[in-house]
């Protein structure tokens, strides 16, 4: 078991260039998450997905967009760089126990994007 | 907003001593998590409590919950210099289970 896998690790953007960011799980969680953190700061939801074709607006969507055409795969896209955007980048999964009421949610290593 | 804010923001101690860390949110909740990042890399589950509970062990760490005051505390018992990380409490809010809202973190840094 791979977990959460991210790619690339780390990247160096322009101002208006675009990229994709990818997360994949091997677990068959239905939830997947896309965070940003800043120095300092906690983690701040971007979007998020409950199942494969679905996506949702976290608390920091704009200027971000993703797509889950796989239930492995959670793509975050950036359309058009802003310094702005540069962080560190986490991808989790998240795996459910209804009957218990626990939950885990399982991070990838992280993608560090600087955008000059 | 963030939800969950963590105190102290840093914590600084000696091996074999005992670190507490305290989180306070803001709305009612279904559950409330401790998570756990060593620098540069993800974030580790290390505990969840619900709110039916009020407090809950495993291994070293316990964790207590108040949810009338909405505050959580977290104890790292004999702490270890394996134990430096920063420590994040995350909630999710009640009627929306979809997704966690994350602390500000507690860094804690253990001397040999």
């Known amino acids: 078991n791979a977990g959460v896998t991210q790619t690339p690790k780390f990247r160096v953007l322009k101002t208006g260039q675009s990229m994709t960011l990818l997360c994949a799980q091997d677990?068959?969680?239905?939830?997947m998450y896309w965070y940003r953190q800043d120095p300092g700061m906690g983690l701040r939801l971007i979007h998020y997905?409950?199942?494969?074709?679905?996506?949702a607006k976290g608390e920091v969507p704009d200027g971000y967009n993703v797509s889950r055409l796989k239930k492995q795969n959670f793509l975050l896209g950036l359309e058009s760089a802003a310094p702005s955007q540069t962080s560190v980048y986490f991808c989790a999964s998240r795996s459910v126990t209804w009957t218990s009421g626990t939950e885990t949610q399982y991070f990838g290593p992280g993608t560090r994007l600087l955008v000059l | 907003s963030q939800q969950g804010e963590e105190d102290p923001q840093a914590l600084s101690i000696q091996e074999g001593e005992n670190a507490t860390m305290n989180c306070s949110y803001k709305t009612s909740i279904n559950n409330l998590q401790w998570y756990r990042q060593n620098s540069g890399r993800g974030l580790v589950h290390l505990i969840l409590?619900?709110?039916?509970?009020r407090e809950k062990h495993s291994g070293r760490l316990r964790v207590t919950l108040d949810t009338s005051k909405k505050s959580s505390s977290l104890l790292i018992t004999a702490s270890r210099a394996a134990d430096t990380a920063s420590y994040f409490c995350?909630?999710?809010?009640?009627?929306?289970?979809?997704?966690?809202?994350f602390g500000t973190g507690t860094r804690l840094q253990v001397f040999p």
């Open positions: 995350a909630t999710d809010a009640y009627g929306d289970t979809d997704k966690l809202i």
């Open positions: 677990m068959n969680h239905e939830y």
């Open positions: 997905s409950v199942g494969e074709g679905t996506t």
């Open positions: 409590i619900r709110s039916n509970e």
